[in-house]
């Protein structure tokens, strides 16, 4: 039997750092197992360069990644929604399961003050690969 994969998306404002990073985390640690999007409510330029060094150090490359806008398709397409920070920009539709992460925005702080961050996205995204494969 041919299961369809669990699809996931991360969204924040820019897509820069948070979600790229999550995104990131999910796609490694899932070994391909989950479909990963993430996207922004106002996309940056690029990925913020602090969040592209903390996942270097953790052996992830996330230099290539481009800032993605949310559309209304990434989220019915997807199972899993967690927001991070984008209020009420984030669309809605019934059936979905929605996660709203508090996680401190990356943007503007240097590679000390965004470890703690990903560490934090790291540990949430094992627990829903978790909950995913339950």
């Given at each position: 039997?041919?299961?369809?994969?669990?699809?996931?998306l991360?969204?924040c404002?820019?897509?820069a750092?948070r979600?790229?990073?999550?995104?990131?985390?999910?796609?490694?640690?899932?070994?391909g197992?989950?479909?990963?999007?993430?996207?922004?409510s106002e996309?940056?330029?690029?990925?913020?360069?602090?969040?592209?060094?903390?996942?270097?150090?953790l052996g992830?490359d996330i230099?290539?990644?481009?800032?993605?806008?949310?559309?209304t398709?990434?989220?019915?397409?997807?199972?899993?929604?967690?927001?991070?920070g984008?209020?009420?920009?984030c669309?809605?539709?019934?059936?979905?399961?929605?996660?709203?992460w508090?996680?401190?925005?990356?943007?503007?702080?240097?590679?000390?003050?965004?470890?703690?961050?990903?560490?934090?996205?790291?540990?949430?995204?094992?627990?829903l690969?978790?909950?995913?494969r339950a």
């Open positions: 039997m041919n299961e369809k994969k669990p699809s996931v991360f969204v404002v820019h897509n750092g979600s790229q990073m999550a995104a990131a985390f999910l796609t490694s640690l899932s070994n197992s989950i479909e990963v999007r993430s996207a922004g996309p940056a330029d690029q990925v913020n360069p602090a969040a592209v060094a903390a996942m270097a150090e992830i230099a290539a990644e481009i800032p993605k806008v949310l559309t398709a990434a989220v019915q397409e997807s199972d899993v929604v967690i927001t991070m984008c209020g009420d920009s669309p809605f539709f019934p059936g979905k399961r929605y996660e709203d508090k996680l401190d925005d990356p943007a503007g702080q240097g590679l000390a003050s965004v470890r703690p961050i990903r560490d934090e996205i790291k540990r949430r995204v094992e627990e690969i978790t909950s995913l």
